[in-house]
């Protein structure tokens, strides 16, 4: 059974940076796609970033397109989310997921096999 824990969330302020970690373990295999998602109270939950393990291929979001880095360490299964010039809309709980399996389009949370926790940033005025 696969498992995500993310780490990496807190507080700061705006412009700050944070580097949030999604560490994969309970299965040994290449899954099709990993993903960041958020949701703030209140809201839906929706799409951050995404990156198709196959072909390399990295999506985001329009609102932190340019600001965010997603990026994957396949040596120690480990997914990342690289957070800079933070805004107060961007706190929020974050979360990873991961679908096994073909296909489908990154921003699309109902179709993921897999989630964590979550990981709380809070981003300050």
């Known amino acids: 059974q696969v498992q995500l824990v993310e780490s990496g969330g807190g507080s700061v302020p705006a412009g700050g940076s944070l580097r949030l970690s999604c560490a994969v373990s309970?299965?040994?295999?290449?899954?099709?796609?990993m993903s960041w998602f958020r949701q703030a109270p209140g809201k839906e939950r929706e799409g951050v970033a995404g990156i198709y393990t196959g072909v390399g291929s990295l999506y985001y979001s329009d609102s932190v397109l340019g600001r965010f880095t997603i990026s994957r360490d396949n040596a120690k299964n480990t997914l990342y989310l690289q957070m800079n010039s933070l805004k107060p809309e961007d706190t929020a709980m974050y979360y990873c997921a991961t679908k096994d399996r073909c296909c489908g389009w990154w921003n699309v949370d109902g179709q993921y096999d897999n989630w964590g926790q979550g990981t709380q940033v809070t981003v300050s005025s």
């Open positions: 309970g299965y040994n295999y290449s899954t099709y796609l």
